[in-house]
């Protein structure tokens, strides 16, 4: 399912316009914590939705697709783009090389405009084994999120992250450990209670 395409960003984070069926309800087709795919040239990206916002449009160029489309929309959605867009920062996780999941920065950034989909449970469990038999996790990706959005910052998304792991089969004790680890590896071992105590515990 499509929720949106790339407007901006860089390697390492992607800004996202997303389409929403009812923008004048509180209604978001992601979450914070959403895993998304978005498609490349010749891979598909993986990311994690770490924010959501809206901006008004006066403070943005619009785009040639968007005044196309203005006519129409205005029809559907009065005032809807006199107002404001609807925006998610997707922190890039890595991307899939062929079948094999590859948790590092891709050499380059995706194309502006390029989708942006909701990615599947078993898209998101093939991304974080190690392999299709071993139950054992791959979350190479939480050394730089950690480095990136912060030690503190990034509890509230690895806690949605791990949540989410566990409902798909996955060993909740052996996330923590694993998460602890790069704390550790990063210096932040004064964090680490916390750390533990906060993702131990369920939804």
């Given at each position: 399912m499509q929720?949106?395409?790339v407007i901006g960003g860089s390697l390492s984070k992607l800004l996202v316009d997303v389409k929403r069926d009812e923008p004048t309800e509180d209604l978001w087709p992601v979450d914070f914590g959403s895993?998304?795919?978005i498609r490349g040239r010749d891979r598909d990206l993986i990311g994690v939705v770490v924010d959501m916002y809206y901006e008004p449009l006066e403070r943005g160029k619009p785009r040639p697709r968007w005044l196309e489309e203005k006519k129409i929309l205005d029809r559907i959605y009065p005032d809807l783009h006199e107002k404001?867009?609807?925006?998610?920062?997707?922190?890039?996780?890595?991307y899939w090389k062929g079948r094999k999941p590859c948790q590092k920065l891709p050499a380059f950034?995706?194309?502006i405009h390029s989708a942006v989909e909701l990615i599947g449970d078993e898209g998101i469990k093939g991304f974080h084994s190690t392999d299709s038999e071993s139950q054992k996790v791959r979350l190479d990706y939480v050394n730089r999120m950690i480095s990136e959005l912060g030690a503190g910052r990034c509890?509230?998304?690895?806690?949605?992250?791990v949540d989410k792991l566990e409902a798909l089969g996955m060993d909740r004790n052996e996330l923590v450990s694993e998460i602890t680890s790069f704390y550790i590896a990063l210096g932040q071992e004064e964090m680490v209670p916390l750390v533990s105590s906060w993702l131990s515990q369920g939804e």
């Open positions: 929720i949106g395409e895993f998304v795919k404001h867009m609807s925006l998610a920062e997707v922190f890039t996780l890595g950034p995706p194309p509890l509230d998304l690895l806690k949605v992250i």
